[in-house]
């Protein structure tokens, strides 16, 4: 009969992996000196708000592949930073913190090797839009474009100025970006030759459009949130950057004047000729309308009955909501 204390290390390691550290550091830790060295040397994923009250961490050092730090965390990250060993550090999720502290953060940490970075919302804090710039730009600095192959930046990289720098991200392939305008996205757009997945809100003017001329062939998978009036020019020229999009996800609003953007032939016809690839599509369109105006609008019954539409479902699905509110 096989022991527990005769599994092999890969077998250990094994079962590590359906464990979070605080499982089985609390289970495993302690028993015998040959259990603590594999715990030592495995490479796991430590929230630091979960261990920042153990006392007896701090005898020890972990390897850690991925961090999630908070706001709140700095304190304490401060304490145990020694202890923990970042040789193998991989992936950061930052959580819910002002800028100070994410620049403290970033201090210490060896942003060079990380393959993943995530940073939520930031907490209430005004800071200049210069100190916003300058941290943005410290962040995109210390990255190393070899290594990146996912980013999650938040509503403030609005502030980024990307005109500033040149960056090569060459190795990114997964990137989530809130509230940015269109010159930013397109920017940071030409920094990703090998983008695969990208995931926008966009915020801001976009008259700048027509003057970029990227291609990513490379990129299947797209979601947007279009604000502001677009038009069906501007639309397509966004879409031209990825001919060989399979999946979109597209949400913009409009009024109700803009007829042609209801018509389900203007989205067959553009979807024929800039997306030949596409089998998945969610279509979002909000219509905007005085709230003087009683009249009922069926741009989603054309849809309904539209052949081509009803051909290409479930795959491709398109809702229209119709909102009323001030229109000056």
Request: charged content about 20%; some cysteine.
């Amino acid at each position: 009969m096989t022991r527990f204390d005769d599994l092999s290390i890969d077998l250990l390691i094994k079962i590590f992996n359906y464990l979070t550290f605080t499982e089985f550091f609390h289970a495993f830790f302690g028993l015998q000196k040959r259990l603590n060295d594999v715990i030592q040397e495995y490479p796991t994923c430590i929230n630091l708000s979960k261990i920042m009250n153990w006392l007896n961490i701090q005898q020890f050092s972990f390897k850690c592949r991925s961090l999630i730090l908070s706001g709140s965390n700095l304190h304490s990250f401060q304490m145990k930073y020694s202890h923990l060993n970042l040789t193998s550090l991989r992936v950061v999720i930052f959580k819910k913190m002002d800028l100070v502290t994410l620049y403290s953060f970033i201090e210490k940490l060896p942003m060079q090797q990380l393959e993943s970075i995530t940073v939520e919302y930031f907490t209430w804090h005004y800071y200049p839009k210069d100190a916003y710039k300058q941290i943005w730009s410290i962040i995109m600095n210390s990255i190393n474009g070899n290594c990146l192959r996912y980013l999650h930046l938040p509503y403030h990289i609005r502030y980024w100025n990307t005109k500033e720098f040149s960056y090569d991200f060459s190795t990114l392939k997964y990137v989530i970006l809130e509230y940015i305008s269109v010159s930013q996205m397109l920017t940071f757009m030409s920094y990703c030759p090998n983008l695969r997945r990208f995931k926008a809100f966009i915020d801001a003017p976009h008259r700048d459009l027509f003057r970029y001329t990227i291609i990513l062939p490379k990129l299947d998978h797209l979601i947007l949130n279009l604000q502001d009036e677009w038009t069906l020019e501007e639309i397509q020229q966004l879409l031209t950057i990825c001919p060989y999009l399979k999946y979109l996800i597209l949400k913009l609003q409009t009024q109700k004047e803009t007829k042609i953007i209801f018509e389900p032939t203007t989205w067959q016809t553009l979807i024929d000729n800039k997306l030949p690839y596409l089998i998945f599509l969610r279509l979002r369109l909000n219509c905007i309308i005085a709230y003087s105006d009683t009249k009922l609008y069926n741009f989603q019954e054309t849809f309904n009955h539209a052949e081509y539409w009803l051909r290409r479902q479930p795959h491709f699905q398109v809702k229209i909501n119709i909102i009323q509110q001030e229109i000056l």
